[in-house]
């Protein structure tokens, strides 16, 4: 039985591992929770899976909690400290990262201080601070499995091989909602538009990014800290139909890829229970049914973003952390119409134009470069002609 803690257990990712947990009882015990604000879906997740502790962002959710689950055995803890608590609490193996965005970094380095292995969905912390998270989970005997459906498809694909013999890794990207419009619609994009992910049905923020490239930009910063590997080395492909999860390429020229169809559940049971496979009762791929898989370029004019992932790589130390906190700041502003979809790529730009970077040494150097950025990516939101 492994003991396990999910960050994040309100969203897709932590709702799909509890179904994962449900489907395999005998094999998991879920011993904390946190979650944002969703009091009642929490409230729901204590009743069926009976952590011992759980934590919410606000002290007034945490009150709203407390009244409902009095008579439960469980701790409920409140804000930031409150989540990092859980993340850091004895008696589990394994943590589910799955928050969303840069409030996931310091509950996530808990857990690994702490000795804990993670099944990585929360992107966000690996860029901005990927190369502290690696030396210390290397210095607390700590593996970090992708949960993101390409990064374990690259971490399957490397399974059994030497990484000297790896020529470059290939992450399929499938474009996101916006891949067919030109650049005179992408103008006029609304939220709900951006929102229609053709493949996967994921979180707001990721779906945005998915339909702005930034999710491929983040994923190669992601796959650098991941695999150790130089951007330089990192190529990426559109793939409309989500089949093809990702490639390794070896230097003989041989391909390796893995495949399925778009569901997070096979990426996430196999960070569970790695090395082993879990025997869910998912429909199978059928390749006749398919019947063609298409690949394109990544267009640069039209989505932006994907290079600016490049770019924060090949500045080095804060920009990825300056990068994403920009780019969390514009996404939250078009998602409540405060910036229009094309400008998401001007504002992030324009924050990395202006950071000043500087080596990351520690935590604060990666949480000072995040509360800059966003200072600094809400003022130019602000000044955007309305
Ligand atoms: N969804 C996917 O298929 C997918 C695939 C690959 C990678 N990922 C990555 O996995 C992460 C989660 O994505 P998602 O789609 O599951 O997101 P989501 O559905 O929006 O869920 C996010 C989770 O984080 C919690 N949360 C939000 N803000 C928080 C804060 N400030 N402090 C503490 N908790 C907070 C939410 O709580 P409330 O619900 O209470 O607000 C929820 O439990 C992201 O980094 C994403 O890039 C997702």
Same mark, same amino acid.
């Given at each position: 039985m492994k003991s396990i803690i999910i960050l994040g257990s309100t969203g897709s990712i932590g709702t799909n591992t509890l179904d994962i947990v449900q489907r395999f009882p005998e094999e998991f015990r879920v011993v904390g929770l946190t979650a944002g604000g969703n009091v009642d879906k929490l409230e729901a997740q204590i009743r069926s899976f009976k952590p011992k502790a759980v934590a919410v962002s606000t002290e007034s959710s945490a009150a709203t909690l407390r009244t409902r689950c009095a008579g439960l055995p469980v701790e409920i803890l409140a804000g930031e400290d409150g989540i990092t608590q859980v993340a850091a609490?004895?008696? =589990?193996?394994?943590? !589910?990262? =799955?928050?969303?965005? =840069?409030? $996931?970094l310091v509950p996530t380095l808990a857990a690994i201080r702490t000795g804990k292995h993670i099944a990585l969905a929360n992107k966000e912390p690996m860029v901005m601070a990927g190369k502290l998270m690696q030396d210390e989970a290397h210095k607390h005997g700590v593996r970090i499995f992708p949960v993101d459906s390409e990064h374990s498809a690259i971490f399957q694909s490397l399974? $059994?091989?030497? /990484?000297?013999?790896?020529r470059r890794l290939i992450l399929t990207a499938s $474009?996101? =909602? /916006?891949? &067919? /419009? &030109?650049k005179e619609q992408l103008h006029s994009v609304t939220p709900e538009r951006a929102l229609q992910h053709p493949n996967w049905k994921m979180g707001s923020k990721i779906t945005i990014d998915s339909a702005t490239l930034m999710n491929k930009g983040l994923e190669v910063v992601e796959a650098r800290w991941l695999? $150790?590997?130089?951007?330089?080395?990192i190529d990426v492909l559109v793939h409309r139909?989500? !089949? !093809?999860?990702s490639l390794v390429e070896y230097e003989d020229r041989s391909m390796i890829a893995q495949l399925g169809l778009p569901d997070m559940r096979t990426p996430i049971s196999y960070a569970m229970r790695y090395p082993e496979r879990m025997p869910l009762d998912l429909p199978s791929l059928d390749l006749t049914e398919v019947g063609k898989l298409t690949f394109a370029k990544p267009d640069h004019d039209r989505f932006p973003c994907l290079n600016l992932g490049y770019e924060s790589l090949r500045v080095g130390g804060t920009m990825p952390a300056a990068m994403n906190a920009a780019n969390e700041v514009a996404v939250e502003a078009f998602l409540n119409g405060g910036v229009r979809f094309i400008e998401i790529a001007d504002v992030i730009r324009s924050t990395m134009e202006a950071h000043a970077q500087r080596e990351i040494a520690g935590l604060d150097d990666a949480l000072e470069a995040d509360r800059w950025a966003r200072e600094k990516a809400e003022s130019l939101v602000h000044a955007l002609p309305r």
């Open positions: 609490m004895p008696g =589990a193996e394994l943590v !589910i990262s =799955a928050i969303v965005g =840069a409030a $996931g399974e $059994g091989h030497r /990484l000297e013999d790896v $474009g996101g =909602a /916006l891949w &067919t /419009l &030109t695999f $150790g590997i130089s951007e330089s080395r139909e989500s !089949i !093809i999860h």
